[in-house]
């Protein structure tokens, strides 16, 4: 038997209008994704001003002795047609980093909120201890010890945002309390650091235990230095994310929290523990990113949100097409073969309900959170749906299958979304069962009514 719609209407032309109706509702479909990027951007402006005052993204640095002697520069020039050589004094720094340093940090986050947007802080509280000496090879470097003004050398704390420093760190050498001062250094910088003699630091290793608090936002890292570094990292946050030059050796991620340890040797690092510069001159180790600019080689930690209703609402609306195309099939099934005409007014009411529910599971989830706001979204969407296609169809038996079938695509939906990993996979199986299942229903319908023209001309 050759299917064929009354009325004039062959159902390759009704395929096609189905088709058109489609291409009309990506329209709204791109404006979701639009909103949901507009959305995003004013996310993170409202986070900014949350955190604004608290303290940025933090990373610690140091400590590093810092050392200033007199190196002797020779300029020649012609003076008269004489070549005249001059001798000068300039001041340089000797930068000792640390033999050995262990940190243990212990990171306390928390979430704060205003209105419908939230950010994640933190306080954190550093304590280590490190051993500071003279290398056996110190004269490969250049630097003539007795050219070095040891009673003016300096212990310097490197911290990205200095305004997130907590009151009153301690820094002992040698067991003494040292006075700290603003700033990375005498030259400026951002941190804090401590005059120090060092002088007897030839005889013997410097010993140098700090402890300080500090508050930050979204990341901690750390820039290694050392010879040898062993940084401990503890925290009640359950979702964070390993990411820098450097990842921790033994991390251990819980439901109440994680530990994390690092160990990192200046072999890895590429540099030597003793370097000089002239005064505030970085001499941070960096490597080069993807754009061939420099950047600091750190161990990174981020504390990131587990589920971000943005980026999840961003890849459901992705699928905006599965679902329009899914329900249209069904609605034109049963308009070719059910023999129950379904206009295009209908089929445009019908793809407007389903591009809402993006709309609405947006709105929802900034409020009660994703999957509360899917549930809900999806129940009011189905159901409108499902009762206006009773009217359609004239049957709530046919409009208890468009319910069933958007139920159902909701929940692979959702299944596609939690799993990230296998939802190309998933969604391809579903794609070549929906159109094998498309391809048997049709399998006799008469598209182009070209079968029925013929019989009737032979009769």
């Known amino acids: 038997m050759v299917l064929r719609l009354e009325g004039g209407r062959t159902p390759g032309f009704k395929f096609m209008l189905a088709i058109l109706v489609g291409f009309v509702l990506t329209i709204p479909l791109f404006s979701v994704w639009l909103l949901v990027y507009d959305r995003q951007n004013q996310s993170e402006k409202a986070t900014?001003?949350?955190?604004?005052?608290?303290?940025?993204?933090?990373?610690?640095?140091?400590?590093?002795?810092?050392?200033?002697?007199?190196?002797?520069?020779?300029?020649?020039?012609?003076?008269?047609?004489?070549?005249?050589?001059?001798?000068?004094?300039?001041?340089?720094?000797?930068?000792?980093a640390p033999e050995?340093?262990?940190?243990?940090?212990?990171?306390?986050?928390?979430?704060?909120?205003?209105?419908?947007?939230?950010?994640?802080?933190?306080?954190?509280?550093?304590?280590?201890?490190?051993?500071?000496?003279?290398?056996?090879?110190?004269?490969?470097?250049?630097?003539?010890?007795?050219?070095?003004?040891?009673?003016?050398?300096?212990?310097?704390?490197?911290?990205?945002?200095?305004?997130?420093?907590?009151?009153?760190?301690r820094v002992k050498a040698d067991g003494v309390p040292l006075r700290l001062q603003p700033g990375a250094g005498s030259s400026g910088g951002r941190g804090f650091?401590?005059?120090?003699?060092?002088?007897?630091?030839?005889?013997?290793?410097?010993?140098?235990?700090?402890?300080?608090?500090?508050?930050?936002?979204?990341?901690?890292?750390?820039?290694?230095?050392?010879?040898?570094?062993?940084?401990?990292?503890?925290?009640?946050?359950?979702?964070?994310?390993?990411?820098?030059?450097?990842?921790?050796?033994?991390?251990?991620?819980r439901h109440d929290g994680f530990d994390a340890t690092y160990g990192i040797g200046n072999l890895g690092l590429g540099r030597s523990i003793v370097s000089t510069s002239d005064p505030a001159v970085s001499n941070q180790p960096s490597t080069l990113n993807a754009d061939g600019e420099t950047q600091p080689q750190v161990a990174q930690i981020n504390l990131i949100q587990p589920v971000d209703p943005y980026s999840q609402v961003d890849r459901a609306t992705k699928y905006g097409f599965l679902f329009i195309g899914f329900t249209f099939l069904v609605l034109l099934m049963f308009d070719i073969i059910g023999g129950v005409t379904?206009?295009?007014?209908?089929?445009?009411?019908?793809?407007?309900?389903?591009?809402?529910?993006?709309?609405?599971?947006?709105?929802?989830?900034?409020?009660?959170?994703?999957?509360?706001?899917?549930?809900?979204?999806?129940?009011?969407?189905?159901?409108?749906?499902?009762?206006?296609?009773?009217?359609?169809?004239?049957?709530?038996?046919r409009a208890a299958f468009i319910g069933a079938l958007l139920i159902g695509l909701y929940a692979v939906l959702y299944i596609l979304l939690s799993l990230e990993a296998f939802s190309l996979l998933i969604g391809s199986l579903l794609l070549f069962a929906a159109l094998a299942g498309v391809m048997y229903a049709t399998r006799r319908v008469d598209w182009g009514g070209k079968r029925e023209e013929q019989a009737v001309a032979e009769a």
């Open 48 to 96: 900014s001003s949350i955190t604004e005052g608290w303290g940025g993204a933090q990373t610690i640095n140091g400590p590093v002795l810092v050392i200033p002697y007199n190196a002797a520069t020779t300029e020649t020039s012609i003076e008269n047609g004489q070549q005249v050589t001059r001798t000068h004094q300039q001041r340089r720094e000797l930068r000792l």
């Open 100 to 169: 050995s340093i262990t940190a243990n940090t212990n990171v306390d986050p928390q979430v704060r909120k205003r209105s419908i947007y939230q950010a994640v802080v933190y306080n954190a509280h550093v304590e280590g201890d490190a051993t500071f000496a003279f290398p056996t090879d110190l004269a490969r470097t250049g630097v003539d010890p007795a050219q070095m003004d040891l009673t003016k050398a300096e212990l310097r704390f490197g911290l990205t945002d200095a305004r997130g420093l907590g009151s009153n760190p």
């Open 193 to 253: 650091f401590a005059w120090i003699d060092a002088t007897g630091i030839g005889a013997k290793p410097l010993a140098v235990h700090f402890d300080y608090n500090f508050r930050g936002n979204e990341s901690l890292s750390l820039l290694p230095n050392a010879g040898d570094t062993t940084w401990k990292v503890h925290s009640s946050w359950p979702s964070p994310s390993f990411v820098g030059a450097f990842l921790p050796d033994t991390p251990s991620v």
């Open 342 to 397: 379904v206009s295009p007014v209908e089929y445009l009411l019908m793809g407007a309900a389903l591009v809402l529910f993006f709309i609405m599971l947006l709105a929802f989830a900034e409020v009660i959170g994703f999957t509360p706001a899917y549930i809900v979204a999806s129940a009011a969407i189905a159901g409108l749906n499902t009762a206006y296609s009773a009217a359609v169809l004239n049957s709530w038996r």
